[in-house]
Each structure stands twice: as structure tokens, then as C-alpha cells.
């Protein structure tokens, strides 16, 4: 079946420095959304790329939809402790009804100030 | 936040009873959908409901059972419950406005032990 895979699965940055999270899928992607989930908290809407090639920014946050649309990236700069959390990407099923999508496992995100 | 409840938030149960869980939405979206999160396992879909009465099977749904009597509200339905369904439980909806595919809107969550 579909599988979405993310790396890495942890991600230590230095406050102020700069990473990315890669988002991996083993079938072509009609589009791909991303969540954010806080600390005890649900996970919440980001974004949705549909297009390939797509960039689409968020302040901070840099989103990209791969041209074979099977992968995504997501790029955060000069990172704040707003930005603990873990970081889902979601791409849907194939040919399925009710908008199911499969989550990745999720890039958990730690700031050290 | 979208109107989403879940009720209990919190749980703790004991093996081989059984457990219901409920998630009530008060924005007419079609579609609902259970999901469980583990540690290292991210997401995983539980059951899902694409209209009253209309429900389906996720990845992860033995020992789960659904129904759907009213738009509003999902329950999910543990028949026997066992340690390995120790998790936090999130309800999810979504609406097909404007197009195949929309963004999902998370309940808070609710945390059952099972010892």
C-alpha cells in the first residue's frame, strides 16, 4: 500500500539556525499537505501543495511539492522556540472516497535556546 | 479550531472491557475519521466515515468497531479492550468543498490506558 515516509525523525536545532524535513512518497501524489502538531496538543493545517514544482512560503517556513510529486520538503529559517513541535506530512489515497490521507511519521522538532 | 469534542479526554480501563469514545462536530462536514497516534508511528487511520451510515476500515482496525447514526456524531467502539490499544486516540473531519481533496480538522484528542 501508500507509504509516506519522513526524515529525520528528530530534529535538534540551535535557535536561530536554519534546517529542512523531507517528506518521501512510494506513489505519485495528486497533493500533499502539511500539519503541525504541539506538544500535547492536535495536529493543525499548515499548507496543501498540489503542483509540481510548487514553493509556497509561510513567514519562516518554506514548503516545496517535488516535480515527479513524490516528494516534499519543508525549510525553516532562523528557527524560534514558536517552532517545537512535530511536523506532519500527509498525502492522500488513491482512488479512495472521504478524503483519506496517510500521515508520515513526523519530524519532531526540538529548539535549544 | 474548528468545532470539534471529544469525550472522555482521558481514560484509564482495564483489559478485556469495553470502550467508547465519541467525537461530536458542529460543522455539518461529511466526512470523519479516527486516527491513532504511537510513538514512532506518527498518524495511523483507525476507521473513517464518508456520510451517515457510511463507514469504512482504516489501516489499523481490528479489535475497532464504528458507527455513524447522525452527521454530528462518531463513535468508535473498542470491543474487548487490550494493552496494545493504549494510545491517544484523535477524532478528525473534513468537508469536500471546492474540489477532491481539503484539509483535515483535529479534535483534541483523548487518552486511554489500558492496564
Known amino acids: 500500500g501508500q507509504q509516506v515516509m519522513q526524515i529525520p525523525q528528530y530534529q535538534h536545532v540551535q535557535e536561530g539556525e536554519d534546517f529542512t524535513t523531507y517528506c518521501n512518497s512510494s506513489?505519485?501524489?495528486?497533493?500533499i499537505q502539511w500539519y503541525k502538531q504541539r506538544p500535547g496538543g492536535h495536529p493543525v493545517f499548515l499548507i496543501q501543495?498540489?503542483?509540481?514544482?510548487e514553493v509556497k512560503k509561510q513567514k519562516r517556513l518554506t514548503f516545496q511539492f517535488g516535480e515527479a510529486k513524490k516528494n516534499s520538503s519543508l525549510h525553516i529559517t532562523a528557527t524560534q522556540t514558536t517552532d517545537v513541535g512535530t511536523y506532519f506530512c500527509a498525502g492522500p489515497y488513491r482512488q479512495a472516497a472521504g478524503n483519506k490521507l496517510t500521515f508520515g511519521g513526523g519530524t519532531r522538532v526540538l529548539v535549544k535556546p | 479550531d474548528a468545532g470539534i469534542t471529544q469525550s472522555p479526554r482521558h481514560k484509564v480501563t482495564e483489559t478485556g472491557t469495553p470502550v467508547t469514545l465519541r467525537c461530536h462536530q458542529t460543522?455539518?462536514?461529511?466526512?470523519m475519521y479516527w486516527y491513532r497516534q504511537d510513538p514512532g508511528h506518527g498518524l495511523r487511520l483507525i476507521h473513517y466515515s464518508y456520510g451517515v451510515k457510511d463507514t469504512d476500515k482504516g489501516e489499523v482496525s481490528d479489535g475497532y468497531s464504528v458507527s455513524r447514526s447522525k452527521t454530528e456524531d462518531f463513535l468508535l467502539t473498542l470491543e474487548s479492550a487490550t494493552s496494545s490499544q493504549t494510545s491517544v486516540y484523535f477524532c478528525?473531519?473534513?468537508?469536500?468543498?471546492?474540489?477532491?481533496?481539503?484539509?483535515?480538522?483535529f479534535g483534541p484528542g483523548t487518552r486511554l490506558t489500558v492496564l
Open positions: 506513489t505519485t501524489l495528486s497533493n
Open positions: 460543522e455539518n462536514h461529511r466526512y
Open positions: 501543495l498540489v503542483k509540481s514544482g
Open positions: 478528525a473531519i473534513s468537508s469536500p468543498r471546492g474540489g477532491p481533496y481539503n484539509e483535515q480538522f
